[in-house]
């Protein structure tokens, strides 16, 4: 019996290497916002006593938690903007930065001045400090970089003046003020920076949906061109010569046959060529397919391996097939796997050619997939079997996925 794994592991599973980067950069965020009361209350309980850690204890609450809050609220909708999905959210800045200077500043002035004998004054400073740290580290993700650092100036003198006018202590108030300078540029810049590699993964990989994109839209336009140059010149005599028919025949003229015999020439030349352009589009070549596979697995972070033995001994047909068979396997390992290795082997002996193809990335998939049902892998299978071959797909080992093709070469002369 299969034993399932828990929804999150197979949620995690299910997700692409981008979103996984920006769930891992979101709940740093949101770590940051919620670590804001704990230490807080961890440096008040450091250097109070039992009688001032009640009261640090109040503070932390009644200051810290709403406005932590509130910047989990900013850390999402800053990121959601940074990322390009929404608006700046300039609203719930300023609702957050109202809110902690609103709640954190009572807090402040409930025990008296800041003085060094206060029993509530190291509750208040670090709260002060840390209430400005984390609305700064919130609105660098969310704003502007200027807007962040002019709100940020705000929010210190916003805390820092009445703190002064009712006669805190100067050295109490410049702890406040170099405390958030240090905190919040180590913070800020750390934030930033997580949040501009999500971006650039992102970025990155709709560069490749791209580059995908315009590699099928090249091809179709190479294969658009090559029908054109085959068809347009047959078809425009073709036009000419039935017209000239027309008229031979309505004057009962006796070359009417002849040019009507010409068009039926060319319309079974043309349709010769046409078959010559699909054929030629169909067929690939297994080097070329090998090139392009391992190519495009480097440019996924894909550590790509070619192991070949006997390939120069294959004959133009069963490269054909095996080639086939080297870029459906690619495909599926840069859509269906996490893989970080995959190596290519080919064998030739006793008239039978083995390809084995072999990745580290097998995905939380239902069994049916794992065994190979996919409509790729089953195309596969029957063209293989179409020229006496096999497809067989096995996990050599756990989180292993491998795919082995064998094409008898007494085979080779029925492929197409």
């Known amino acids: 019996m299969r034993l399932s794994r828990p929804r999150p592991i197979r949620h995690w599973r299910a997700m692409s290497k981008p979103q996984r980067i920006e769930l891992y950069v979101r709940w740093s965020l949101y770590l940051v916002a919620v670590a804001q009361p704990l230490l807080a209350l961890g440096s008040v309980a450091a250097a109070a006593g039992v009688d001032e850690l009640a009261s640090g204890f109040r503070l932390v609450v009644l200051g810290m938690v709403p406005a932590g809050a509130l910047n989990i609220v900013l850390f999402r909708t800053g990121l959601a903007a940074y990322l390009g ?112 590699m999500a971006k650039v993964v992102w970025e990155l990989d709709g560069a490749r949906e791209a580059q995908a994109r315009l590699a099928v839209a090249e091809e179709r336009l190479r294969f658009s061109r090559d029908l054109h140059d085959v068809l347009g010149r047959n078809l425009a005599t073709i036009a000419l010569k039935s017209e000239l028919a027309v008229q031979l025949a309505r004057r009962q003229r006796p070359e009417a046959v002849d040019q009507m015999t010409e068009v039926q020439r060319i319309a079974q030349d043309s349709q010769r060529e046409v078959r010559e352009v699909v054929r030629g589009y169909r067929t690939v070549e297994l080097h070329t397919e090998l090139i392009g596979a391992a190519s495009v697995l480097r440019a996924a972070d894909v550590d790509c391996r070619t192991e070949l033995a006997g390939a120069d001994a294959l004959p133009t047909e069963a490269q054909s097939v095996l080639g086939w068979v080297v870029r459906e396997t690619a495909t599926n390992v840069l859509r269906h796997s996490e893989a970080a290795n995959c190596t290519f082997r080919l064998r030739v002996s006793g008239g039978l050619a083995v390809l084995e193809v072999e990745n580290d990335g097998v995905p939380a998939v239902p069994p049916a997939r794992t065994e190979g049902s996919g409509s790729g892998l089953r195309g596969l299978r029957e063209r293989l079997a179409a020229h006496g071959g096999t497809l067989t797909v096995a996990g050599p080992g756990p989180g292993r996925f491998l795919v082995t093709a064998e094409l008898p070469m007494a085979a080779r002369e029925s492929v197409a």
């Open 85 to 196: 999905r929404r608006p700046r959210p300039y609203g719930w800045a300023a609702l957050s930065a109202a809110v902690s200077a609103g709640l954190a500043l009572p807090a402040m002035l409930v025990g008296g001045p800041l003085t060094p004998d206060a029993p509530t004054a190291p509750a208040a400073g670090v709260m002060a400090t840390m209430a400005a740290t984390c609305w700064i580290t919130a609105a660098t993700v969310a704003l502007p970089t200027r807007w962040a650092l002019l709100g940020g100036l705000a929010l210190v003198a916003a805390l820092t003046v009445p703190s002064a006018v009712a006669g805190a202590h100067l050295a109490a108030l410049l702890g406040i003020a170099v405390g958030t300078a240090i905190g919040a540029t180590m913070a800020a810049a750390a934030a930033r920076c997580s949040a501009w």
